[in-house]
C-alpha cells in the first residue's frame, strides 16, 4: 500500500513556483515545511473570478506543497529557504504581499526555539513561534473540514476514506505520533487539551530500530518491518500456553504476550535476529501501545472519534494496520482508528494557518480539492493588502 | 510460640552430641511440659514456628529437613522464571501427656467455644529458578522430596504457562502429574491471601521511600491487581474469587529483559536491573529540554527534563550501540516500560473507577527504581489522586494462588496475627540471585538423610555445612549494599532522581529475602486489649534513622558479651566458639541489611530487631545462651527468697504493698540485657544489690501511679471488689522473678486473687520461659504455704498432681497459681500474637501486670488495656530513659491505668 503514501516532494523535483508562504514544524527527528506557492500567471487569471467577490483583498490560487527534511540535516533545510527566498522575494514584488513579511517564517516545534538564532544567523529570517498543539490541531481542523478524502481507517490492508460531518466532528482526540506522542482533545477551533501522552512514540521506533538493526533511515526500518516475522522475538500466548489459546481471557495463541520476550530465553545474540524481524517487532510493539493508549483516553473522556497524525505513521500500512486493530482490540470493536492523509504535516500546516491567509470553508464546498498524488493541495488564498 | 518437641529434641541431641549428657538435667522432658496447657496436637506443632530456622531459607545452602513433613507444593512456571511456594510441617506427634490433658479439663483453660485449628502450624517458603534451568528447580524438588507429600499424592499444583508446557517434563522426571490452575484465579487469590493475611504486606513506594499501608479487609474491593511478569495482566477483582482481565499489555518484564539483553550482551535479569541503577537516561532518551533548547515546555505540564521520546536521541547521532554504556539503555528502557504499565494501569483504574492500584509480579522485584518510576507515573497522570502500592511477595502471587487451590490447604480463613514473619537467614548472604541448589552435593546430601533414620542427626549435619558456608563466606560476603552514583537525569514530567536514598538504592534484592511464613494457627490477639485495631506494640519508631542507627549500634556492642554468654552456655567447646563466630557474623550481616533497607520485611520496630537477635542465636543452635547464668541467680535468689518474706510477713498489708512494688522495680535491675547492669554485677552478690537497689527507691518514681493502684487494692476510702485474676507478665530469671515478681504474686494470692504467670515460650537473653518457672515455683513453695498451696491448685507442682487428680473438687477452694507460656521467644511482646492458651486465660483476667523493659517499655508503654493495668520497669538505658519519660538511668516506672 506504499503507492497510497504522500510522496513528499524532494528538492529535485519541488516545483519551480513562487513561493509566497513558508511554514515549518522542527521536530526532534524531522523538520516538516509546508509552503504556498502561486501557480502559473496562466491559470491564476483563469481562476480569477472565482473569487472576485472577496472585498477586502485579493484571492490567489496556488497550492501548499509538502516538503520535510532530517533535523540533523538542518542545514539542508536552511539551503532550501535560502534558494526559493530569492524567489519569494519576486513573489512579495509580484503579488503585492507586504514587505514586512519577508523575513518572518512561522514555526512550530521544539527546533523553533532550539534553532532560532541559525536562523538568524544563516538567513537573516526571524522564526515567528508557533505554539505547538495549537499548530497541530489547527493543521487537523483546518485538513478535517477542507479536505475531502482527508481521514480514512484502515482495515484489512484497505483504506476506506471517511466522509467527516463538519457538524459533527467535534470533539474528537488528535494523536500525533512525532519523536514522542501527544495525545489533544479537540472541542473546535482553537479549544483544545493536551490530556496524554508518551514517550514512546516514533523516535523510540527509529531509536531503537537504529540501535538493534544498523539501520540507516528511518524509511529503510520502516520497510525492513515489512519482510519481518515478529514471532522469533515476541513471546506470544501460544508459546507460553503451548500453542493453545487462552480463551477464557480472550487471548489467542498469536496474541504477543510480552514484546521482545522470547529474546531472554534463548541463547540469542542480537547478530543472530534478523533486522526484519526486530524491525516488526518493534513496530508491533510501538504501534499496539500507542493505539491501546490512544483508546483509553477516548474512552475517558468520551470521544467516539481517534484521529492518528504524526510522522512515524507516514502512511505505512503495517503501522496503521496494528494501531487500528489495538484499537479495534481494546475497544472491541467499539473505536476506530482514523488517519489523515497529510499525518506529517499538521504542526507545519498549522503554523502556515496561523498566516490567517485562508480564513473561511464553506462546509458543503470546499474550497480545496484536488488532492494531487504528491500530497499537494491546490487552493485559493485571500491575501489581504 | 509453644514449646516443641522438636526444638526440645534438637536440644537434647546438640547437647547429647556435644557433651554426651543424657540430657536429663537440661532438659527434663516429662515435668517441664507440664505448662503446656493445650489439648489438641497440633499446639505442639505449631510450637515449630519459633524454633531455629535450620531449615532452608536460601536454596544453595540445601537442607533437606527431614523432620518436615511436606505437605504441599506449588508452582508457577512463568516465560522466565519458575516460583515455587512449599508448605512444611512437622509431623505429628503423640502427646500422651496426661496430667497436662487433667490440667486442662480442671481450669478450663480448653474452653469449648474455642474453634478448633483447620489447619496445621508450619512454614511457608517461597523459592525461585531460571525457567531456561527447570533442571534445577526439578532437582530441588527431588532433593526435597516435595513432591510426595500427603498419602502419596503425585500431583502438584501449578500456573503459569510452563504448567502446560513442563507437564510432560513433570511426568517423565518427576513421576508427578501437573494439575493445571488457571493463571488469573491463581494470580487474584495469592493477592486475596497476601492482603487479608498479612500485616505489612502492601506498601507506596515513593523517591526511595517505602511505606507500608494498612489495609482495610472490609473495604479492600474492589482493587486492581496488575501483574507484571514476562506481560502484564490487570485484573480488576472485586472479591474472592470474583475478578476479571479489563487489560493488560505486551509490554512487560520480557520486554525488558529481551531487549535488555540484546542491547547490552546483560546475561541475566539481575544484571540488567544492577546495570541501570548506574544509569543516565537523558543519554539515550530524547528530553523535553533537548527538543526546546533546554526550554520547559511549560504550558502543557513538562519540564526539560520529561522525557519526550525513549531512546530519542538514539536516531540523531551518528553513534553505534557500542557508543552507549549499557548502563544508560539498561535505565532508559526501565524507565519507559516502568511508565508505560504506570501509565495504563491508572487509565484503566480511572475508566473503571478504581482507586487502589496493587502492583505484583517479578519485573518488580523489589526494584527501588521502577517501583519509583511506577508510582511516579501513577501520581502524574492522576494529578496525586491515585497512589501504587507494592506487594513485598509480589512475585509469588500465581504459586501462592496455585498453593491455595488444594482442596484442604485450610488458609482461607487464617487470619493476620497467625502468621509470624522470619527472617530469611541467608538472605544477607544470597541476595537476590537466582539459584537452586548446588546439584552435586544434593544428592548426596539426600541420600545421606535417606540412609540415616534418624532425623536429628541429619539436621545437624546441615547445620554444621551450613555453618561453614557462613564462616567460610563470612568475611567476604556480608556487606552486600552496592555502591552507586545517582542518576543525573531521571526526568520523567518532571520526575527527578529519586532523592531521600538515591545514594543507596541498589539493586534491590529484596525479592528473595521476603521471609519464611510461619503459620500458627495457635497464635490470638491478646483479648484485653483495648483497641486491637490501633494498637502498636513497639514504643520506639525505628522509621526514624537517629532510632535506628542508635540500636543498631546497641546492639552490635552488646554483641561480644553476647558471644561470650553463648559459647560458655555450650562449654565453650571448639564447636561453640566455631558456631559463636558464626552468629555473630550473620547477625552483624542482619542488620547491616536492615540498616539498609529497615523495611525488609515489613514495618521494623525494635521489638523485632530484639527478636532478630534471639532467632539469629537459636539458628546457630545456641538454644538458651544463658542457661547457666539462669541457673545461678535462681539458685541465689531462691535461697534468700524465706528471708525476704519473712521481712514482708512482718508488715502491715498496706507498708506491704509498697514494698512488693519497690521490690519488683528493685529486682528489674538484674537484667543482662542491660548493659549497664551487666557491669553492675561484677561488684556485688545478688542479695545486696537487690537491698542496695531497694534501698534507693525514693518515691516519687518518675512515673508514680502508686496511690491509684494501692487504692484500687483496697487502701483508699473505697473498697472496689478485689481482682479475679491477674495476669503477670515476668521478665528475667534470677532476682527479677524469684524477689520481685513471685512474692508480688503471693501477695495477690494472698488477697484471693488468682495469679497467672506469663513468660516467654522460648528463651530471650536472661528472661525466664515458661518451662522453668514451674520448677523456681516449685522450689519456692518448700518454703512457703501461700504458694504451695496456690501451685497445687494451679497443677505446678509434680507430686501433688496425683493426689489432686484422685479428688479435683477438693482443693477448688484454693486460689491457683499458673504459669502459661506467652507463645513469644523475644525480650519484648508483640500483643496481637500471643499464644491461645494465654488468650484462653486472659478472658476471665481483670489485671494485667506488665515487668520489665522489653514488655512494659519498649513495647506496650502505651497499651490501653480493657482492664486495670500496672506496667513496672526500670529504666536501664539513658537514651530511652530521656526519651520516654524525660528522666534517667535507674528512674523507674509505675504505670497504673484503670479499665479503659
Not at chain 2, 552456655?569 to 571448639?574: F, M, Q, V
Request: hydrophobic residues 40%.
Amino acid at each position: 500500500m506504499d503507492g497510497d503514501r504522500i510522496e513528499e516532494a524532494t528538492l529535485a523535483n519541488s516545483p519551480a513556483d513562487e513561493i509566497s508562504h513558508l511554514a515549518l514544524d522542527i521536530g526532534g527527528s524531522l523538520i516538516k515545511m509546508v509552503y504556498f506557492s502561486t501557480g502559473r500567471e496562466e491559470e491564476q487569471q483563469q481562476q480569477q473570478p472565482i473569487g472576485k467577490t472577496q472585498k477586502d483583498g485579493r484571492l490567489l490560487n496556488g497550492r501548499i506543497s509538502f516538503l520535510k527534511f532530517e533535523t540533523s540535516k538542518i542545514n539542508e533545510c536552511l539551503d532550501f529557504i535560502s534558494s526559493k527566498q530569492l524567489r519569494c522575494s519576486r513573489g512579495v514584488q509580484h503579488s503585492g504581499f507586504p514587505a514586512s513579511d519577508k523575513n518572518i517564517i512561522k514555526a512550530t516545534g521544539g527546533g523553533a526555539f532550539k534553532f532560532a538564532d541559525l536562523f538568524k544567523e544563516k538567513l537573516n529570517i526571524n522564526l515567528d513561534k508557533v505554539e505547538e498543539m495549537s499548530s497541530l490541531v489547527s493543521g487537523a481542523n483546518f485538513l478535517l473540514k477542507a479536505v475531502p478524502s482527508e481521514a480514512f481507517t484502515y482495515v484489512n490492508g484497505q483504506r476506506n476514506y471517511v466522509q467527516i460531518d463538519h457538524n459533527d466532528l467535534y470533539p474528537y482526540l488528535l494523536v500525533n505520533i512525532g519523536s514522542g506522542v501527544s495525545m489533544i482533545k479537540v472541542d473546535g477551533d482553537g479549544k483544545f487539551e493536551r490530556v496524554s501522552g508518551t514517550s514512546v512514540g516514533g523516535g523510540t521506533f527509529w531509536g531503537l530500530g537504529k540501535l538493534l538493526t544498523k539501520c540507516k533511515s528511518f524509511d529503510d526500518l520502516l520497510e525492513m518491518s515489512h519482510q519481518g516475522n515478529n514471532r522469533v522475538i515476541d513471546m506470544l500466548v501460544g508459546d507460553i500456553y503451548g500453542g493453545v489459546d487462552y480463551l477464557k481471557i480472550g487471548l489467542s495463541s498469536t496474541a504477543i504476550a510480552s514484546s521482545f520476550g522470547k529474546a531472554i530465553s534463548e541463547n540469542k545474540e542480537l547478530e543472530e535476529y534478523k533486522p526484519e524481524d526486530v524491525a516488526r517487532s518493534l513496530l508491533r510493539m510501538i504501534s499496539n501501545n500507542i493505539g491501546q493508549i490512544a483508546y483509553l483516553n477516548a474512552l475517558r473522556f468520551g470521544l467516539k472519534r481517534i484521529f492518528f497524525g504524526g510522522f512515524f505513521i507516514r502512511g505505512h500500512a503495517y503501522t496503521m494496520d496494528t494501531i487500528s486493530v489495538a484499537v479495534d482490540f481494546w475497544s472491541k470493536g467499539e473505536a476506530k482508528a482514523m488517519f489523515l492523509r497529510h499525518e506529517g504535516f499538521l504542526g507545519a500546516l498549522g503554523a502556515f494557518m496561523n498566516y490567517q491567509l485562508v480564513k473561511e470553508f464553506p462546509n458543503s464546498n470546499p474550497l480545496v480539492s484536488d488532492l494531487t498524488d504528491n500530497g499537494i493541495i491546490d487552493c485559493c488564498v485571500q491575501v489581504s493588502s | 510460640m509453644n514449646i516443641n518437641e522438636e526444638t526440645k529434641n534438637v536440644i537434647e541431641k546438640s547437647i547429647s552430641e556435644v557433651e554426651e549428657d543424657t540430657g536429663k538435667e537440661m532438659a527434663p522432658p516429662v515435668p517441664n511440659s507440664i505448662h503446656r496447657s493445650s489439648s489438641r496436637p497440633q499446639l505442639d506443632l505449631t510450637g515449630a514456628a519459633i524454633q531455629g530456622n535450620f531449615e532452608e531459607r536460601d536454596p544453595t545452602i540445601l537442607l533437606p529437613n527431614q523432620s518436615d513433613d511436606i505437605s504441599h507444593l506449588a508452582l508457577d512456571i512463568g516465560g522466565s522464571l519458575i516460583k515455587l511456594v512449599y508448605f512444611s510441617r512437622h509431623e505429628d506427634r503423640l502427646v500422651n501427656d496426661k496430667r497436662k490433658k487433667s490440667m486442662k479439663e480442671r481450669f478450663g483453660v480448653s474452653n469449648g467455644n474455642r474453634r478448633s485449628f483447620p489447619i496445621l502450624g508450619g512454614r511457608l517458603h517461597f523459592v525461585k529458578f531460571e525457567t531456561a534451568k527447570i533442571n534445577e528447580c526439578l532437582e530441588f524438588i527431588h532433593s526435597k522430596q516435595l513432591h510426595r507429600g500427603d498419602n502419596d499424592n503425585a500431583v502438584i499444583k501449578a500456573t503459569g504457562g510452563g504448567a502446560y508446557k513442563f507437564a510432560d517434563l513433570f511426568k517423565e522426571k518427576l513421576g508427578v502429574s501437573i494439575e493445571k490452575e488457571d493463571e488469573m484465579d491463581c494470580l487474584v487469590a495469592g493477592a486475596n491471601f497476601l492482603l487479608k493475611a498479612i500485616r505489612h504486606e502492601a506498601f507506596t513506594h515513593k523517591e526511595g521511600h517505602k511505606e507500608f499501608v494498612q489495609i482495610d479487609h472490609n473495604d479492600l474491593y474492589p482493587y486492581l491487581l496488575v501483574n507484571i511478569g514476562s506481560g502484564v495482566s490487570m485484573i480488576k477483582v472485586d472479591g474472592d474469587g470474583k475478578f476479571q482481565r479489563v487489560s493488560g499489555t505486551n509490554v512487560g518484564g520480557g520486554t525488558y529483559w529481551g531487549l535488555g539483553r540484546l542491547l547490552t550482551k546483560c546475561k541475566s535479569f539481575d544484571e540488567l536491573l544492577e546495570l541501570s541503577q548506574r544509569g543516565d537516561n537523558s543519554s539515550v532518551d530524547m528530553l523535553v529540554g533537548d527538543i526546546y533548547g533546554g526550554l520547559d515546555y511549560s504550558k502543557i505540564g513538562l519540564s526539560a527534563s520529561t522525557i519526550a521520546s525513549s531512546f530519542g536521541k538514539a536516531i540523531s547521532e551518528n553513534k553505534e550501540i557500542e557508543d552507549y554504556r549499557p548502563e544508560d539503555i539498561s535505565l532508559s528502557l526501565l524507565r519507559m516500560i516502568s511508565y508505560n504499565i504506570g501509565q495504563i494501569s491508572y487509565l484503566t483504574a480511572l475508566q473503571l473507577g478504581i482507586k487502589r492500584i496493587f502492583f505484583g509480579g517479578f519485573f518488580i522485584r523489589g526494584h527501588a527504581y521502577t517501583m519509583d518510576t511506577i508510582s511516579f507515573a501513577i501520581q502524574f497522570w492522576s494529578k496525586g489522586g491515585a497512589q501504587a502500592m507494592f506487594l513485598r511477595h509480589e512475585g509469588f502471587l500465581g504459586a501462592l494462588g496455585a498453593f491455595m487451590s488444594y482442596e484442604k490447604h485450610g488458609l482461607d480463613d487464617l487470619m493476620v496475627h497467625q502468621l509470624v514473619e522470619r527472617f530469611p537467614m541467608g538472605a544477607p548472604y544470597t541476595g537476590g540471585k537466582i539459584h537452586g541448589p548446588p546439584l552435586g552435593d544434593l544428592n548426596e546430601k539426600a541420600s545421606i538423610c535417606d540412609s540415616i533414620p534418624h532425623l536429628c542427626i541429619c539436621v545437624a549435619y546441615e547445620i554444621i555445612s551450613w555453618m561453614e558456608k557462613f564462616v567460610r563466606k563470612g568475611t567476604t560476603k556480608i556487606t552486600a549494599p552496592v555502591p552507586m552514583a545517582s542518576p543525573r537525569t531521571t526526568g520523567l514530567g518532571g520526575f527527578e532522581a529519586p532523592s531521600s536514598k538515591g545514594d543507596t538504592l541498589r539493586s534491590d534484592e529484596s525479592n528473595l529475602n521476603v521471609g519464611v511464613l510461619h503459620l500458627v494457627p495457635s497464635l490470638e490477639v491478646f483479648p484485653l486489649l483495648a483497641d486491637p485495631k490501633t494498637y502498636e506494640p513497639n514504643t520506639i519508631d525505628l522509621a526514624e534513622p537517629n532510632e535506628l542507627q542508635y540500636w543498631f549500634t546497641v546492639l552490635s556492642e552488646h554483641l561480644p558479651d553476647l558471644v561470650d554468654k553463648a559459647v560458655a552456655s555450650e562449654g565453650g567447646t571448639d564447636d561453640a566458639r566455631r558456631r559463636g563466630d558464626a552468629f555473630a557474623r550473620a547477625f552483624s550481616a542482619h542488620l547491616a541489611r536492615l540498616m539498609e533497607e529497615p523495611a525488609a520485611y515489613g514495618k521494623l520496630g525494635l521489638a523485632n530487631l530484639l527478636e532478630l537477635r534471639e532467632e539469629c542465636l537459636r539458628e546457630f543452635n545456641f538454644f538458651d545462651a544463658y542457661s547457666t547464668i539462669k541457673q545461678r541467680e535462681n539458685e541465689a535468689s531462691l535461697a534468700v527468697l524465706p528471708d525476704l518474706l519473712m521481712e514482708l510477713d512482718s508488715m502491715s498489708e498496706e507498708t506491704r504493698l509498697l514494698t512488693l512494688i519497690e521490690g519488683v522495680l528493685a529486682a528489674n535491675i538484674f537484667d543482662w540485657g542491660s548493659r549497664a547492669c551487666v557491669d553492675l554485677y561484677h561488684k556485688g552478690t545478688i542479695i545486696e544489690i537487690y537491698r542496695m537497689s531497694r534501698k534507693k527507691m525514693q518515691r516519687p518514681w518518675r512515673v508514680d501511679n502508686f496511690d491509684a493502684f494501692k487504692e484500687r487494692m483496697g487502701f483508699g476510702d473505697h473498697k472496689p471488689p478485689r481482682h479475679k485474676r491477674a495476669l503477670l507478665f515476668v521478665d528475667n530469671a534470677g532476682a527479677d522473678v524469684v524477689l520481685g515478681m513471685l512474692p508480688l504474686a503471693r501477695e495477690l494470692l494472698r488477697r484471693g486473687t488468682e495469679v497467672v504467670l506469663v513468660a516467654n515460650s522460648l528463651p530471650a537473653l536472661n528472661d525466664v520461659t515458661a518451662m522453668e518457672l514451674p520448677e523456681i515455683v516449685a522450689e519456692a513453695a518448700k518454703h512457703c504455704d501461700i504458694l504451695r498451696g496456690a501451685a497445687e491448685a494451679g497443677g505446678l507442682l509434680m507430686d501433688a498432681m496425683i493426689s489432686i487428680a484422685d479428688s479435683p473438687r477438693e482443693k477448688s477452694s484454693t486460689t491457683p497459681l499458673m504459669v502459661v507460656e506467652n507463645g513469644c521467644g523475644s525480650p519484648c511482646i508483640d500483643l496481637r500474637q500471643v499464644s491461645s492458651d494465654l488468650a484462653a486465660l486472659a478472658r476471665d483476667a481483670d489485671l494485667v501486670i506488665l515487668e520489665g523493659m522489653g514488655r512494659s517499655l519498649h513495647t506496650n508503654f502505651n497499651a490501653r488495656f480493657v482492664c486495670d493495668s500496672l506496667k513496672l520497669a526500670m529504666v536501664k538505658n539513658q537514651r530511652l530513659a530521656e526519651k520516654l519519660i524525660k528522666g534517667n538511668i535507674y528512674d523507674c516506672v509505675c504505670r497504673y491505668e484503670p479499665a479503659s
